[in-house]
């Protein structure tokens, strides 16, 4: 792949790159179509790539042993999927699914190794966005724990939206509600509600923000805390 076609990133992750380490980068960073549903990695498989959504968003999940799933991690263009590679361990228990389908890159665990050795503003940087991780992690079970359906499902929407840069995707309340682990019931009666006050439109699988407003009131302020903390530690300013 030639440098031009990556001059500017779209993944944030990418972008507070150094333009030094960057580049080292693009040659063997490859694109990649996401398409929704695909699963990017089982729990249990080694992961042999890196990937860097740009209007993707990909979930990371936990299956039980009866099958049900609860998302544990959301994923989209402020990050990458791949944390094991980071910690040199290429392995996961956890399964990554594409939830919103663009497209986005991939580097083998290979080269990104490769390229960390050779440059510590590049670990540097994965290591923050780990930490970043960490803490969604860690609040994301406090938020299932203690907030309502509706703040989980505003919190859910406000975060999709904000890393595919788009106030309308394609998902099912069904997979909506495998990835927040709740019923169907819950997420379509939530749904219904944020329509008539007019906060959502939802039309045949089809979701469109009315308004970010609204929506924020109604989420909890674990998006808030979590939005921000992957922009400090991304070094990015406040919107």
């Not at 999940?61 to 980071?86: D, F, H, K, Q, R």
């Not at 050779?118 to 938020?143: D, F, N, S």
């Not at 309502?148 to 099912?172: G, M, Y």
Request: with cysteine; net charge neutral; proline share 3%.
């Amino acid at each position: 792949m030639s440098a031009s076609n990556l001059d500017k990133p779209i993944n944030r992750l990418l972008a507070a790159l150094p333009q030094q380490v960057y580049q080292s980068l693009v040659p063997y960073l490859q694109p990649v179509e996401l398409p929704q549903h695909q699963i990017l990695y089982h729990a249990g498989e080694h992961y042999d790539y890196a990937y860097f959504p740009s209007h993707s968003i990909v979930s990371t999940v936990a299956i039980m042993e009866n099958g049900s799933t609860t998302e544990i991690g959301v994923i989209g263009n402020e990050g990458m999927v791949g944390l094991p590679i980071i910690l040199d361990t290429n392995y996961t228990n956890s399964t990554a699914i594409v939830q919103v389908g663009d497209g986005g890159y991939r580097i083998s665990a290979k080269h990104l190794q490769q390229e960390l050795n050779l440059y510590p503003e590049l670990k540097r940087l994965l290591m923050r966005y780990v930490q970043a991780r960490i803490i969604e992690l860690g609040q994301t079970a406090a938020c299932n724990r203690y907030h309502s359906i509706e703040q989980r499902f505003a919190r859910w929407l406000l975060t999709v939206s904000k890393n595919i840069q788009k106030d309308e995707f394609q998902l099912t309340q069904e997979f909506i509600a495998q990835m927040i682990g709740v019923r169907r019931t819950g997420v379509s009666e939530v749904a219904g509600k944020f329509q008539k006050e007019g906060i959502i439109s939802y039309s045949r699988g089809k979701i469109n923000i009315l308004s970010d407003k609204k929506l924020e009131a109604s989420a909890c302020e674990c998006y808030k805390l979590i939005d921000s903390e992957f922009s400090r530690l991304l070094g990015e300013r406040e919107q």
